[in-house]
């Protein structure tokens, strides 16, 4: 390493920005391990942010592209691991009450504590059901299964009125 004429250290041939399977490797290794790519790609031996992204856009790529997607989805089942052990710990979901005259007189739910916990679960949640859809995501099943004179009503409603009935015909 070398200080340059601004002061700043020069870590010499810098970080790769050319991909080998090693470096996709352990990146992909170290999402596994529930490591954010911001934090991953600070380490000395690893590429920059904008070289990752430039990995993960490029069609030439799909190898990559596929490992990351794989790694994210193994840290998303972890973290709804998490949320079990999460939700179940309460140690830290009371705090001593004290009275005018600084005397403990009870327990009280410690609110920040507890919200903590609840946003923490919250987030696992949405990430889970961002990544892996099929599994975790919001289903709304939707199913008509109604025959007869109601069905022809609904398929008729269906048309380009709306489902509006004809206009009737006054007589004058």
């Known amino acids: 390493m070398a200080i340059n004429g601004k002061g700043l250290v020069h870590r010499g041939a810098g970080r790769p920005t050319t991909y080998t399977p090693r470096i996709g490797q352990r990146i992909c290794e170290y999402l596994m391990m529930k490591r954010p790519l911001t934090e991953i790609c600070k380490m000395t031996s690893m590429p920059s ?73 919250d987030t696992r949640k949405w990430y889970a059901a961002s990544l892996i859809p099929r599994i975790y995501g919001h289903h709304e099943n939707v199913e008509h299964d109604v025959t007869g004179d109601l069905a022809d009503l609904l398929k008729a409603s269906a048309n380009k009125d709306k489902g509006l009935p004809k206009p009737i015909k006054t007589v004058s």
């Open 49 to 121: 942010e904008r070289t990752v992204i430039r990995w993960m856009a490029n069609p030439k790529m799909p190898e990559f592209r596929d490992a990351y997607y794989r790694a994210r989805r193994v840290a998303a089942e972890l973290l709804v691991d998490e949320i079990f052990t999460i939700a179940d710990d309460g140690a830290n979901d009371w705090i001593p009450s004290f009275n005018k005259h600084g005397e403990q007189n009870g327990w009280k739910p410690d609110n920040e504590a507890i919200q903590r916990a609840k946003l923490r679960v």
